[in-house]
C-alpha cells in the first residue's frame, strides 16, 4: 500500500509499504478516506518533536481521520463491511489506574495514532484499529465531516473543562482549527455567549467572525488585550489558549476576571513556559489543560450530523495522498488563507 513517509524534517516521500494485517479478532481493517493535517504533526514536521517525544525517522504522520471498514474480525459486532467510520486516534489499554477511572485519555499504556513510539500514523491507504476506536457515522456525512470529528472532540473537551454558561465572556486566543472548532462548540451549547478572538492572520479572524466572533483582532496591528477589556473592564470568564505561546498566556491572565479560569489547548514548541504567580494568586486564577478528549466523540457526530455546527467551513484546501509535503508545506507556513487542510485518498 502507499503510505506518506516522513523521511526527514520538512521531507514527506510517497512510499509503499507492506499492508497491514486483521489477525485480533476485536479488531477492524479500515480503508482510510480523509485525513487532516493538525498542528501537533506539523509540529513533527517542522522540528522533529513535541516536547520531549523526537521522531526516529522514517515515520509516518496523521491522526484526525475516517474511512471505511473492509474487513471485521469475529468478535466485532455493529460494524459490518462496508460500514463508514469515524476513527478515535487513542487506543487505550483498558486496564490501568486512569482507565479504570474513566480517563483513557491520559491511560498509562496508551498508543496514539501517528505518535512516535506508539501507533503508525493514518496517512495510509489501511489501517488495522481496535473496533472501540472506530464509531459509525450515518450515510449523510462526507469523509472530510468524519474526519473532523476529532478535531471537533478535542475542542468539545476543551469547552467543558471550563465553567461556561449562557452569559459567560471568553476569548479564544488563535483561530486555528482548533480554537475555530471551540467557538462553534461554545456557540452550540450557549447559542449568545459572548467570544472574543485572537489571531495573526485575517482569514481566521474572517472565519472567526462568521462562525460567531463577538469581536475579533489582530495582535500585530492593534492592542488585543487593551481592545477587549476596553469591552469587558471587570474582565473575561474563561479564556481558551490555543496558539501555544508565551504571550499569549501572558494575554490570558490580563484578560480574566477574578476567579476566571485559562485553558490550555495549544502545544508550546518551548521546553517551558512561565505566569506571574503574584497574578494567579492575588486573582485566585485556575488553570486547565487539555490532554485531547474523553468520550466527546458521539457527541461530535451528532452535533456535525445534525447540522447544529457546521466543520465544513473549516476546510479551505484539500490534497490528494501524492501531495502531502505539498499540504504539510502549505500549513507549515500559513499560506493561502489555509485553516484546515485535508488529504483526501
Request: proline share 6%.
Amino acid at each position: 500500500m502507499r503510505a506518506a513517509l516522513l523521511t526527514n524534517i520538512r521531507e514527506i516521500e510517497i512510499c509503499d509499504v507492506p499492508g497491514p494485517e486483521l489477525t485480533r479478532p476485536e479488531d477492524v481493517l479500515v480503508r482510510i478516506d480523509a485525513v487532516g493535517v493538525c498542528g501537533s504533526d506539523l509540529h513533527y514536521y517542522a522540528t522533529g518533536r513535541v516536547g520531549r517525544r523526537t521522531i526516529t525517522f522514517p515515520q509516518t504522520l496523521g491522526h484526525e481521520c475516517a474511512g471505511t471498514v473492509i474487513s471485521a474480525g469475529s468478535k466485532v459486532q455493529g460494524l459490518d463491511v462496508g460500514r463508514r467510520v469515524a476513527i478515535d486516534p487513542l487506543i487505550a489499554c483498558g486496564q490501568c489506574d486512569q482507565c479504570l477511572a474513566g480517563r483513557e485519555h491520559t491511560c498509562r499504556r496508551q498508543k496514539f495514532l501517528g505518535y512516535p513510539g506508539q501507533a503508525p500514523g493514518a496517512l495510509v491507504e489501511y489501517l488495522v484499529m481496535p473496533a472501540r476506536c472506530c464509531h459509525a457515522v450515518p450515510e449523510s456525512m462526507t469523509p472530510a465531516q468524519a474526519a473532523l470529528v476529532e478535531p471537533l472532540s478535542v475542542a468539545l473537551q476543551s469547552r467543558n473543562l471550563a465553567p461556561l454558561g449562557p452569559d459567560s465572556r471568553i476569548a479564544i486566543l488563535g483561530a486555528g482549527p482548533i480554537g475555530l472548532s471551540i467557538l462553534l462548540a461554545c456557540r452550540a451549547a450557549f447559542g449568545e455567549l459572548i467570544c472574543y478572538v485572537t489571531d495573526l492572520i485575517d482569514a481566521r479572524l474572517e472565519a472567526a467572525r462568521r462562525c460567531g466572533a463577538r469581536s475579533t483582532s489582530n495582535p500585530e496591528r492593534e492592542d488585543a488585550v487593551q481592545r477587549i477589556t476596553a469591552l469587558e473592564p471587570l474582565g473575561l470568564d474563561v479564556v481558551f489558549e490555543c496558539a501555544g505561546k508565551q504571550e499569549t498566556l501572558d494575554q490570558a491572565v490580563v484578560l480574566l476576571r477574578p476567579g476566571g479560569t485559562i485553558v490550555i489547548v495549544g502545544i508550546p514548541e518551548l521546553e517551558r513556559v512561565s505566569f506571574d504567580p503574584h497574578a494567579l494568586r492575588r486573582n485566585e486564577l485556575q488553570v486547565r489543560n487539555v490532554r485531547r478528549q474523553n468520550k466527546c466523540t458521539a457527541e461530535a457526530i451528532a452535533l456535525i450530523a445534525t447540522g447544529r455546527i457546521n466543520v465544513d467551513q473549516l476546510v479551505t484546501h484539500r490534497f490528494a495522498l501524492a501531495e502531502t509535503g505539498r499540504a504539510f508545506d502549505l500549513v507549515s507556513r500559513y499560506s493561502g488563507g489555509v485553516i484546515k487542510a485535508l488529504i483526501q485518498m
